[in-house]
């Protein structure tokens, strides 16, 4: 037999095991049965995370939504190297920055992204939207041009902090942490569950957000009543509960994070689905339906594992000059006759 038969075989071998696991993995979730609260209902209570390498959109380097394990181990891999570099100790011998550069922000001690690619179903996902099927959003033109426009307004406006965005204000986390959908971020990815017939509380570590779910009102207050996260309401569908959210704040379209941002608009509608597939993870599937803003619904589905708790306390403000800092530097700025974005680093 050659050796090319052997390779071919050899693929053929993967492949089936591949498709095996991912059969079996299915049927496991199909069969896991959820334990029950006081109430008889799923049980979501507890701490749980979305850290992962995966992220929103898919990367350029994969045509597909799943992906080998090799092709995983490599985007890992990458992370840790990407970690490793931000490691070392700063060089307390080392002079200022020149103007205009970069003088970097938080070294990896700090941050907590995760390191495994996604898992769903048994197949491993380069990115968490499924639909479009290329994995990029499916923004119109007008869609982002408003994307753009907003963060066009918070690179160069410094009038005052009622124009920066929401998360150097520490009003909301960075990114889309408390969503809805929840996003995945550079850290600060735990968030805990807390349920009782009527309501789910989803608290989230960053800037320790606190989502209320209703369940079993099927009702929105007036469109003009716009609370941040937007109004939630939930139902259950056998094991899983559904939750519609609308009626978004306006502060709250841009989602500015790392490495994602992305635009949704206060008249978007969220609908997510939570449903436990085993004793450590929620399937978690979500739905962006905003016309104003994309060219049609886009639809993810992502995993969120156990984790370890306590959630410790998000203290955004604690010892953070980055807001008045800010500020302060424009007003240096406009004293010498310069627009703030003209003046440098290290002026």
Same mark, same amino acid.
């Given at each position: 037999?050659?050796? +090319?038969?052997?390779?071919?075989?050899?693929?053929?071998?993967?492949?089936?095991?591949?498709?095996?696991?991912?059969?079996?993995?299915? =049927?496991?979730?199909?069969?896991?049965?959820?334990?029950?609260?006081?109430?008889?209902?799923?049980?979501?209570?507890?701490?749980?995370? #979305?850290?992962?390498?995966?992220?929103?959109?898919?990367?350029?380097?994969?045509?597909?939504?799943?992906?080998?394990?090799?092709?995983?181990?490599?985007?890992?891999?990458?992370?840790?190297?990407?970690?490793?570099?931000?490691?070392?100790?700063?060089?307390?011998? =080392?002079?200022?920055?020149?103007?205009?550069?970069?003088?970097?922000?938080?070294? +990896?001690?700090?941050?907590?992204?995760?390191?495994?690619?996604?898992?769903?179903?048994?197949?491993?996902? +380069?990115?968490?939207?499924?639909?479009?099927?290329?994995? /990029?959003?499916?923004? +119109?033109?007008?869609?982002? /041009?408003?994307?753009?426009?907003?963060?066009?307004?918070?690179?160069? #406006?410094?009038?005052?902090?009622?124009?920066?965005?929401?998360?150097?204000?520490?009003?909301?986390?960075?990114?889309?942490? =408390?969503?809805?959908?929840?996003? #995945?971020?550079?850290? #600060?990815?735990?968030?805990?569950?807390?349920?009782?017939?009527?309501?789910?509380?989803?608290?989230? &570590?960053?800037?320790?957000?606190?989502?209320?779910?209703?369940?079993?009102?099927?009702?929105?207050?007036?469109?003009?009543?716009?609370?941040?996260?937007?109004?939630?309401?939930?139902?259950?569908?056998?094991?899983?509960?559904?939750?519609?959210?609308?009626?978004?704040?306006? @502060?709250?379209?841009?989602?500015?994070?790392?490495?994602?941002?992305?635009?949704?608009?206060?008249?978007?509608?969220?609908?997510?689905?939570?449903?436990?597939?085993?004793?450590?993870?929620?399937?978690? &599937?979500?739905?962006?339906?905003?016309? /104003?803003?994309?060219?049609?619904?886009?639809?993810?589905?992502?995993?969120?594992?156990?984790?370890?708790?306590?959630?410790?306390?998000?203290?955004?403000? &604690?010892?953070?000059?980055?807001?008045?800092?800010?500020?302060?530097?424009?007003?240096?700025?406009?004293?010498?006759?310069?627009?703030?974005?003209?003046? @440098?680093?290290?002026?």
């Amino acid at each position: 037999m050659t050796a +090319s038969t052997n390779g071919v075989r050899a693929a053929g071998l993967v492949a089936c095991a591949l498709a095996f696991a991912a059969l079996a993995g299915s =049927a496991a979730a199909q069969a896991y049965k959820a334990p029950r609260n006081a109430f008889g209902q799923p049980d979501f209570s507890g701490t749980w995370t #979305n850290a992962s390498v995966t992220q929103l959109e898919r990367p350029g380097q994969f045509k597909s939504l799943v992906i080998t394990p090799a092709q995983a181990a490599t985007l890992e891999q990458g992370y840790v190297r990407m970690r490793a570099s931000d490691s070392g100790p700063t060089d307390p011998k =080392a002079p200022a920055p020149k103007s205009g550069e970069d003088p970097g922000g938080y070294n +990896s001690f700090w941050i907590d992204p995760g390191t495994k690619v996604g898992a769903i179903k048994g197949e491993l996902r +380069s990115s968490w939207l499924v639909e479009p099927t290329d994995g /990029k959003l499916p923004y +119109s033109a007008e869609g982002r /041009k408003l994307f753009m426009s907003e963060v066009v307004k918070i690179q160069g #406006n410094f009038d005052g902090p009622e124009v920066r965005q929401v998360a150097e204000r520490c009003l909301m986390g960075f990114g889309s942490t =408390a969503g809805p959908p929840m996003m #995945n971020v550079l850290y #600060n990815n735990t968030y805990q569950f807390q349920q009782d017939r009527d309501h789910l509380v989803i608290v989230v &570590e960053m800037n320790h957000d606190a989502r209320i779910v209703r369940i079993g009102d099927r009702t929105h207050p007036k469109a003009d009543i716009r609370t941040w996260m937007g109004d939630s309401i939930g139902w259950w569908e056998g094991d899983t509960l559904v939750v519609e959210t609308t009626n978004f704040n306006a @502060g709250e379209q841009l989602r500015p994070g790392i490495p994602t941002t992305f635009f949704v608009s206060k008249d978007a509608k969220v609908t997510e689905r939570f449903t436990r597939v085993s004793a450590k993870q929620i399937l978690y &599937e979500f739905t962006v339906d905003d016309p /104003k803003v994309y060219t049609r619904p886009w639809r993810g589905e992502m995993p969120i594992n156990a984790a370890q708790g306590p959630v410790y306390e998000y203290a955004c403000h &604690e010892g953070n000059y980055a807001l008045p800092g800010i500020l302060r530097g424009a007003r240096y700025a406009e004293s010498q006759g310069k627009k703030p974005e003209q003046v @440098g680093v290290g002026e």
